[in-house]
């Protein structure tokens, strides 16, 4: 029974995340061809997908990409971009009570927006455990790695990847876990004013602090709502 239980738990978490994972399938192969576009190789963009795994800081990597790279612009723009792991790291750290200390390092290495999202509406339904983690974050991350690859070794040959509406996967997937987390008129009001901090700010400075500042803009609102009408985001 103890050997069945994580079992059950593990697939029931890659049934969780599957819709996402073959959703963010489009999205690495996109990654791999604007990589080697850039100038990487197939074994490069497959190392950067596994060890950074973070594609939003990814793709603002490659828009930064020069010859030779300026690895303190790219150092940066990459922790503007993660700075909202701080947020999602903490809020995700309330759910990990069944975890083991040597378990919660790699669940926070291993975050991503998707499995972190899909881990903390499974925290509010009943506790969240290591097996249903795993059964998240091992098919997102594998799934991200190999598209990774696929787009490095064949995605020359599709040419624009725009003329497939690949490159509208990415936002696709942040507005279908936005809607996930929608609470009504309240979590609108965070939405609103962390899109007008980010169009604000990313029409007054350069690189990517438009993302910092939406999300800051996006948190300041939800401790400044009533205590009686709390926001969650």
Same mark, same amino acid.
């Given at each position: 029974?103890?050997?069945?239980?994580?079992?059950? !738990?593990?697939? =029931?978490?890659?049934?969780?995340?599957?819709?996402?994972?073959?959703? %963010?399938?489009?999205?690495?192969?996109?990654?791999?061809?604007?990589?080697?576009?850039?100038?990487?190789?197939?074994? =490069?963009?497959?190392?950067?997908?596994?060890?950074?795994?973070?594609? #939003? *800081?990814?793709?603002? $990597?490659?828009?930064?990409?020069?010859?030779? %790279?300026?690895? *303190?612009?790219?150092?940066? @723009?990459?922790? /503007?971009?993660?700075?909202?792991?701080? /947020?999602?790291?903490? *809020?995700? =750290?309330? *759910?990990? #009570?069944? +975890?083991?200390?040597?378990?919660?390092?790699?669940?926070?290495?291993?975050? @991503?927006? !998707?499995?972190?999202?899909? &881990? =903390?509406?499974? $925290?509010?339904?009943?506790?969240?455990?290591?097996?249903?983690?795993?059964?998240?974050?091992?098919? +997102?991350?594998?799934?991200?790695? /190999? &598209?990774?690859? #696929?787009?490095?070794?064949?995605?020359?040959?599709?040419?624009?990847?725009?003329?497939?509406?690949?490159?509208?996967? +990415?936002? &696709?997937? +942040?507005?279908?876990?936005?809607?996930?987390?929608?609470?009504?008129? !309240?979590?609108?009001?965070?939405?609103?004013?962390? &899109?007008?901090?980010?169009?604000?700010?990313?029409?007054?400075?350069? #690189? $990517?602090?438009?993302? @910092?500042?939406?999300?800051?803009?996006?948190?300041?609102?939800?401790?400044?709502?009533?205590?009686?009408?709390?926001?969650?985001?």
């Amino acid at each position: 029974m103890t050997s069945i239980m994580p079992r059950r !738990e593990f697939l =029931e978490g890659m049934r969780t995340i599957l819709p996402l994972v073959l959703a %963010a399938l489009p999205i690495g192969f996109v990654f791999g061809t604007v990589a080697t576009g850039n100038g990487l190789s197939p074994l =490069e963009t497959v190392l950067m997908s596994a060890l950074v795994f973070a594609g #939003g *800081s990814q793709f603002v $990597a490659m828009d930064l990409w020069t010859h030779p %790279a300026s690895w *303190s612009a790219l150092g940066l @723009a990459a922790l /503007l971009v993660n700075l909202r792991h701080v /947020l999602m790291g903490a *809020s995700l =750290e309330r *759910s990990l #009570g069944l +975890f083991r200390l040597w378990q919660k390092v790699p669940t926070l290495l291993v975050m @991503a927006d !998707e499995n972190w999202a899909l &881990a =903390e509406a499974r $925290a509010r339904q009943r506790p969240l455990t290591p097996a249903f983690y795993l059964g998240l974050a091992l098919p +997102f991350y594998c799934g991200w790695v /190999l &598209a990774s690859l #696929g787009g490095a070794l064949f995605g020359a040959l599709l040419g624009d990847v725009a003329v497939y509406g690949l490159d509208f996967a +990415f936002p &696709a997937v +942040f507005i279908v876990l936005l809607m996930g987390f929608w609470k009504g008129r !309240e979590t609108g009001l965070i939405l609103v004013a962390s &899109a007008i901090a980010s169009v604000t700010v990313h029409s007054l400075l350069p #690189g $990517a602090w438009y993302i @910092a500042a939406g999300a800051l803009a996006g948190l300041a609102v939800a401790l400044a709502a009533p205590v009686g009408g709390k926001i969650r985001a």
